[in-house]
Every structure is written in C-alpha cells, then in structure tokens.
C-alpha cells in the first residue's frame, strides 16, 4: 500500500478538488494509492468534509487530532499512522493544490530506480515557483541556501512539503526526537534521512501558490527553522542505516 499523508487545518474549500486530482491521476496511471487526511479540529469544519469523503472514496481515511500542533506534529501523527497499517511509501502533500498530483507517477518511477527518499524540487532545472512575490521568492530561496550550507548537504530544496519516502526510512529515522512544528520538520527529515546514508533524490517540480485560503507560514516557523539547522548541525551523529 501506498500512503499520500495530507495535513489539513481550515482546507475545506480545497480539500475535495486535491482528493479528485489525487484520485484521477492514480486510476490514469495504475497506481494503487491511499489518502490519510490529517486533520487538526480545523474551525472551518474541514474535518467534517473529510467524514464524508472518506466514506465516499474507500481508499480514503481520516485521522483526527485534538487540536492544532504544526505541520511537523501532523505529519509524524500520519507516517505513525501509516506505518501501522504497512504503508511501503508514504508521501507528503498539501492539501491546497500547491502541489500538483500530476507528479505522483514520477516520485513512484524514482523509487522504482532505487531511490530511498524523493524531494519534489523547487530549485533544480525544469523546477519552479508561480503567483510568489518577490519577497517570498528571496525568503524561500534563501532559506534553503542557509540550510544547504549550516548542514552540508547538497539538495537545493530543503524545505517543499512534496516527498515521497520507502517504509525503510521512515522506520530508520527516530520520530520520537523530531520536535520540529514548522517548515523545519522538512529540513529535518532530509538531513537524517541523508546522515542515515539513504540515497536521496531530488524530482523537477512546479510549485503554484494557493488560491484560496491563508498559507500557513509565520514568523515564528520561520525562526524556529533558522534555529533548528544549528541544533542538527552539532547533535549528536546519526547511526548509519
């Protein structure tokens, strides 16, 4: 089974148009995937949509958290979840059309070729951005070079929420001491999925800015980030996978 674990607070007005995508594209392209809806009790009633799409579709779940924790606590919840249920590759998506599902068959066709992780790359050739401001452009871009340098790692986008990774790494990286909540929790299972020796690769993709509802990004999560690279840089060595 193959898992796309999809983050939700206050996504109503997208969450249905990303799970038909998600659904056309897996039928077009033979691909036997799941859809974990992880939904922190958005106020919208995002939640209660999702119940009823789940009981639409069957090869979509939903799973409920008691309140809003970040991103970063979202996705441990599902990949725990996931995991549980024998999930051979789980993926992370957005669950505001950011990130289109027409690249699935690509992330899967990377794995098949022996990749352990696949990043969807915003920063590689045939890679992009649509609908930023030239600000946004300049903190993103200049996020991930900041990251690229404190860590040492050579993938140009360290911070896109669009990957797929094998059950094996999941299983290698210990979830327990992420306590990233933020766009951080991206860097982080990067850098220990790469200090755990697993083949990492990065996937060509065009990311296009929502257009509908607030993104999530906040000063905080943006220091939280700039922080968390230097408590990585000096912990404590990875045990090699």
Same mark, same amino acid.
């Given at each position: 089974?193959? &898992?796309?674990?999809?983050?939700?607070?206050?996504?109503?007005?997208?969450?249905?148009?990303?799970?038909?995508?998600?659904?056309?594209?897996?039928?077009?392209?033979?691909?036997?995937?799941?859809?974990?809806?992880?939904?922190?009790?958005?106020?919208?009633? &995002?939640?209660?949509?999702?119940?009823?799409?789940?009981?639409?579709? /069957?090869?979509?779940?939903?799973?409920?958290?008691?309140?809003?924790?970040?991103?970063?606590?979202?996705?441990?919840?599902?990949?725990?979840?996931?995991?549980?249920?024998?999930?051979?590759?789980?993926?992370?998506?957005?669950?505001?059309?950011?990130?289109?599902?027409?690249?699935?068959?690509?992330?899967?066709?990377?794995?098949?070729?022996?990749?352990?992780?696949?990043?969807?790359?915003?920063?590689?050739?045939?890679?992009?951005?649509?609908? #930023? @401001?030239?600000?946004?452009?300049?903190?993103?871009?200049?996020?991930?070079?900041?990251?690229?340098?404190?860590?040492?790692?050579?993938?140009?986008?360290? @911070?896109?929420?669009?990957?797929?990774?094998?059950?094996?790494?999941?299983?290698?990286?210990?979830?327990?001491?992420?306590? &990233?909540?933020?766009?951080?929790?991206?860097?982080?299972? @990067?850098?220990?999925?790469?200090?755990?020796?697993?083949?990492?690769?990065?996937? /060509?993709?065009?990311?296009?800015?929502?257009?509908?509802?607030?993104?999530?990004?906040?000063?905080?999560?943006?220091?939280?980030?700039?922080?968390?690279? #230097?408590?990585?840089?000096?912990?404590?060595?990875?045990? /090699?996978?």
């Amino acid at each position: 089974m193959n &898992t796309i674990v999809l983050p939700t607070y206050n996504e109503r007005d997208n969450l249905q148009h990303a799970l038909e995508r998600i659904r056309e594209v897996a039928d077009g392209h033979d691909l036997q995937l799941h859809t974990l809806i992880v939904d922190d009790d958005s106020p919208d009633g &995002t939640g209660e949509l999702a119940d009823r799409l789940a009981g639409q579709y /069957p090869d979509v779940e939903v799973l409920h958290r008691a309140g809003k924790e970040g991103l970063g606590k979202a996705y441990l919840a599902g990949f725990r979840h996931a995991l549980a249920a024998g999930a051979d590759l789980l993926f992370e998506m957005d669950a505001d059309l950011s990130h289109d599902a027409s690249y699935l068959p690509h992330f899967v066709a990377l794995i098949d070729q022996g990749a352990d992780l696949v990043l969807g790359s915003r920063y590689v050739r045939g890679g992009g951005v649509e609908n #930023w @401001t030239l600000s946004r452009r300049f903190i993103s871009r200049g996020g991930c070079l900041y990251a690229q340098a404190v860590l040492g790692l050579p993938y140009h986008d360290l @911070t896109g929420g669009f990957k797929c990774f094998r059950r094996r790494v999941l299983e290698a990286i210990d979830l327990d001491a992420i306590d &990233t909540k933020g766009y951080g929790f991206q860097i982080e299972m @990067t850098y220990r999925a790469h200090k755990l020796g697993f083949r990492v690769v990065e996937l /060509p993709i065009i990311f296009v800015d929502r257009k509908v509802g607030e993104s999530k990004m906040s000063n905080d999560i943006f220091l939280e980030a700039l922080v968390n690279v #230097w408590r990585l840089r000096f912990a404590r060595p990875a045990t /090699p996978a």
